[in-house]
Nanobody, 120 residues
């Protein structure tokens, strides 16, 4: 089982920056994709950005050029640097970790989420 803990959310003014962190711990044969999803009030959860163990990234169109994901495989940690934040970025941000168990099963673990509020 892999546990996921996010940190770094908060209140920021439009145009500001914020950095989120996500740390995975526990037993796994390998951790594959780590990513950030977000869910705004009344909306469905959506994929924002993810990164493979090899460093390949995906960015949603809405955040391209403003958000950057990075990963420290030695620490099983992923970071999300957010710049030029907009009110529409306001949401609970969830970290997702896709991993393979020692027995060979593919699994997903989610963090509890961290709230990002962009408001003046």
């Amino acid at each position: 089982q892999v546990q996921v803990v996010e940190s770094g959310g908060g209140l920021v003014q439009p145009g500001g920056s914020l950095r989120l962190s996500c740390a995975a711990s526990g037993s796994a044969f390998s951790i594959n994709v780590m990513g950030w999803y977000r869910q705004a009030p009344g909306e469905q959860r959506e994929l924002v950005v993810d990164i493979t163990s090899g460093g390949r990234t995906y960015y949603a169109d809405s955040v391209k050029g403003r958000f950057t994901i990075s990963r420290d495989n030695a620490k099983n940690t992923v970071y999300l640097q957010m710049h030029s934040l907009k009110p529409e970025d306001t949401a609970v941000y969830y970290c997702n970790v896709n991993y393979r168990t020692i027995a060979g099963y593919g699994m997903d673990s989610w963090g509890k989420g961290t709230l990002v509020t962009v408001s003046s």
